[in-house]
């Protein structure tokens, strides 16, 4: 089938002598394709789909992706493509179609989807470049000043050559940075065009032919002079029967023999040695043969599932906390594969742990390939090929998973749907992977079957409004009640204390108590570091990012002050640089706080900290995470990391330390994010043996969203928000377009801002701003901001997309403005 939709594959075969035009994508952020002739040597090799080298530029060369072919001569001089580099197409057209949507959808070019599309080892050109890493994610506050320059200039122009990286950094002593920024993952080195894809070898043993039969081998083992290899063979020959086949280290170290008594049986040609490519999807486990039997509710579920697929593409399935909505997933993806469809399971990066893949992996053992930024390129190209096969059947993984070249596309599974990291922030493509999987999934008829105990404001209204079916599943798996939300007014007890409250005397008893009984804790603050900011107790003085217009956080474990915006760091101040005083007040608490304070009010029990800056290595979270499963921790304090996804068995209390935090912030989603977060952590109580106990310190204490929190009541919350979006036309009820523009002078970017805001007014009147946002200076570029809320039902929304590009173009026609950056961003979240 997907063969057939190119239409224009052999077209050109019986006319070699027609002249040739291709449309080619090339890996950049550049507005259009390009297009190329093609040499009459090359025309008989011509698939869309297929890579072509080209010269881009004065002479930088590339592998562009073919989109089109054409025989119709354009109006201007074409250059001649170099070479053909592909012999069958390495993306399928539906991916061909997805980059193209992406680009029209999200406002960026289809060359910045490719970029984020291909794996690196398919993004090739001709010189030793810098690549910038793709998968490396929006947060560059780990990077230092130089490092980050690099990352910048990477982020933009996806590629560096040496020279372009001295340049921008001002020294020629580059390789350091470079080698950091590898090792941080931000980039690779590539050597194109003889960089091939390395195949791990390994020497697999096999017995002789010759021997293959009782009575040779009988009569070598009985007069063989050479006991120890003797052993060796039977070792070889039991192995051999019970697994198939035996590689050299595995035989080594279940016989417990020598190399040398391996290479006498290989010299008397008894054993052979050979190569072998060696599967590396292979070492995971193999299928076990636990099944689990639904609930009845459950039960109900899935059938409604089902029979929501006779008639919609799309299934939202309402299930609280611990419902078990893993289960239904699992018995939908059985349903698929067993109709030989590949399924794709998306969830947002820090919920892909080692307990969701055990988890699947019990139901599917080695059917299931893993898709994760911390995986290498190697391992990535094995992926990518077996999908493309349709050999590997399930993928699970993060948001850009959805552009691996599946080939039989059945169902999309988009676990935690609400999840705000489905939407890619930096660079563009700045996509939406749950609303891209719709329409992926569309294009292979495929379903899309998406999950949340509190869903998204805009996927509950498409339930509603019938364009989803809605199926609940409003019991938790094993009848054990929701836990009970307690709100603890931290007014009273701040006036006790002086200052802000941390762990109140309520929830410090309630620890002790969950303690007591051999329980565990988990305490949730959305803050890293140690003090959010420091204040100069005479003066008022507040140190502050010299490149962003934030306060610095201080951080115990480095002793520095940290900007969470830029990542750049400062040495503590000794003294007040505006009055010389040294009465410093540390103001609020990140989780380093905590986990010291914790450390010293429970001396006795084990304690961890879970965020950013404690899981840095390749396995640090899972191990976290394995630990506190296993009870070898009993009180875990960490930011959005500990709430999400996680199931764990002896948790009975959640406290979540500062909740006006998570109420205060100046967005319209603000309430939608808080009572995700809050309900999310809360759901992490009480999971498995009695029901379990939520603390909440609030001074808001008559919050509603606490309130429908205290009811876990979804519903209301729902009502009431959506209310409230309708009145001032949010989404759903709107469609946003956000502009940010960015430039080094303050002057310049606000000009810019209210030329451009008032060349659009006239066609958005609903425009809001330009306005300044809370945070105007990141990385010493001002920033201001444009919201375009485009009705609905307005239809043209492409149009009105196109009225956006021209006046950015005309914006940036004038030398002035001609640096402003000027980011689009749809539908942001
Ligand atoms: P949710 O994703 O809805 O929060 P989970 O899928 O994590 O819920 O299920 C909660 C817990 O209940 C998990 O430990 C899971 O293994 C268990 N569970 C759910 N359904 C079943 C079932 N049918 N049989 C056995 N255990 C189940
Ligand atoms: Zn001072
Ligand atoms: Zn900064």
Redo the contacts with the bound molecule.
């Keep these: 089938m997907i063969n057939e939709n190119f239409q224009e594959q052999n077209l050109f075969e019986k006319s070699e002598v027609a002249n040739l035009w291709i449309e080619v994508i090339l890996p950049l952020a550049i507005p259009k394709t390009y297009t190329y002739s093609v040499p009459s040597f090359l025309q008989k090799k011509i698939k869309t789909g297929c890579r072509a080298e080209v010269v881009f530029g004065k002479n930088k060369k590339y592998a562009g992706i073919i989109k089109s072919v054409g025989n119709l001569k354009p109006a201007y001089e074409t250059k001649d493509i170099l070479n053909i580099i592909d012999d069958e197409p390495i993306v399928y057209p539906q991916q061909l179609l997805l980059w193209k949507w992406i680009s029209d959808y999200y406002m960026c070019s289809e060359g910045e989807v490719m970029a984020a599309a291909l794996p690196t080892h398919l993004k090739l050109s001709s010189e030793t470049i810098l690549i910038y890493n793709e998968e490396y994610g929006d947060d560059f506050s780990q990077l230092d000043n130089e490092e980050y320059l690099v990352a910048e200039a990477l982020l933009i122009k996806k590629e560096l050559k040496l020279a372009e990286v001295q340049l921008v950094t001002d020294t020629i002593h580059v390789y350091p940075i470079i080698k950091r920024l590898i090792d941080k993952r931000v980039c690779f080195v590539w050597e194109a065009f003889n960089e091939k894809y390395k195949e791990k070898k390994e020497n697999y043993i096999v017995l002789n032919p010759d021997y293959d039969n009782d009575e040779k081998l009988s009569e070598l083992l009985n007069n063989s002079k050479a006991p120890k290899q003797m052993e060796l063979l039977l070792s070889f020959l039991h192995l051999i029967k019970t697994q198939g086949e035996v590689s050299q280290s595995e035989l080594l170290k279940k016989s417990g023999a020598s190399v040398a008594q391996l290479k006498g049986l290989a010299d008397k040609n008894i054993l052979l040695v050979e190569k072998r490519s060696v599967d590396r999807l292979k070492s995971l486990p193999k299928k076990s043969d636990i099944s ?4 009845e509710s ?1 039960k109900k579920a899935l059938s409604e599932i089902d029979i929501a697929f006779n008639t919609k593409d799309v299934c939202l399935v309402h ?1 609280i ?7 239904l997933y699992i018995k939908q993806i059985e349903k698929f594969i067993n109709e030989g469809k590949q399924v794709l399971y998306l969830l947002p990066e820090i919920t892909l742990t080692a307990q969701i893949i055990r988890r699947l992996q019990i139901n599917f053992g080695g059917n299931i390939g893993i898709y994760h930024s911390k995986f290498n390129n190697n391992e990535r190209v094995e992926l990518w090929n077996k999908i493309k096969t349709g050999e590997l059947k399930i993928i699970l993984g993060a948001r850009s998973a959805l552009f691996l070249p599946f080939k039989s596309l059945g169902l999309i599974v988009i676990d935690e749907e609400h999840d705000p990291s489905f939407k890619q922030q930096e660079p563009a493509p700045r996509y939406n992977a749950r609303d891209t999987a719709i329409f992926y999934a569309s294009l292979f008829k495929a379903k899309v079957l998406m999950g949340s ?1 509190t869903p998204s404001v805009e996927s509950y209204y498409n339930a509603l409004k019938n364009k989803y079916a809605l199926v609940n599943l409003d019991e938790r ?2 009848g054990i009640k929701l836990p009970e939300i307690k709100i603890i007014d931290t007014r009273t007890v701040a006036a006790a204390k002086k200052g802000k409250v941390m762990i109140s005397p309520q929830l410090k008893a309630a620890i002790e108590e969950a303690l007591a009984n051999d329980r565990q804790v988990i305490l949730f603050q959305n803050r890293r570091g140690y003090a959010p900011f420091l204040i100069c107790g005479t003066c008022g003085f507040i140190p502050r990012c010299e490149n962003c217009d934030v306060t610095l956080t201080l951080h115990k474990f480095s002793n520095k002050l940290h900007c969470h915006y830029c990542g750049n760091t400062y040495p503590k101040l000794p003294a007040c640089p505006a009055c010389g005083s040294v009465n410093w007040i540390e103001k609020n608490f990140g989780t380093e706080k905590i986990e010291e304070e914790l450390t010293e009010d429970f001396p006795n029990n084990r304690i961890a900290r879970m965020d950013v800056d404690a899981v840095k290595g390749k396995n640090a979270h899972d191990t976290l995470i394995k630990l506190f499963e296993q009870h070898r921790i009993d009180i875990l304090a960490g930011t959005q990391m500990v709430v999400k996804g996680l ?1 764990f068995e002896k948790v009975s209390l959640v406290g979540i330390l500062d909740a006006d935090g998570l109420l205060s912030f100046a967005d319209f989603r603000v309430n939608e994010r808080a009572f995700q977060l809050m309900e999310q952590v809360s ?1 992490r109580a009480g ?1 498995k043996k009695e029901q379990g106990l939520v603390l909440i310190q609030a001074s808001k204490i008559n919050h509603p969203v606490l309130l429908f929190l205290q009811e876990h009541n979804y519903e209301k919350f729902y009502e009431n928000e959506i209310a409230m979006r309708k009145q001032f036309f949010y989404p759903p009820y709107s469609r946003l377009i956000k502009l940010t523009l960015k430039h080094k002078l303050k002057d310049t970017t606000h000009d810019a801002a209210d030329i451009l805001g008032n060349s659009l007014k006239k066609y958005f009147p609903g425009l809001v701003g330009p306005a300044a946002p809370v945070i105007n200076r990141v990385r010493s570029m001002y920033l201001m901001e444009i919201l375009i809320k485009l009705s609905k039902d307005a239809g043209h929304i492409q149009d009105q997309k196109k009225v956006i590009n021209n006046y950015i173009n005309l914006l940036k026609a004038d030398k002035r403005f001609r640096s402003v950056i000027i980011i689009p961003d749809v539908d942001p979240v």
């Design positions: 689990f039997e639904l609930n459950q299930g906390t611990s419902s078990g909505k893993t289960q105990a798996y094993g199931d759901g999971r």
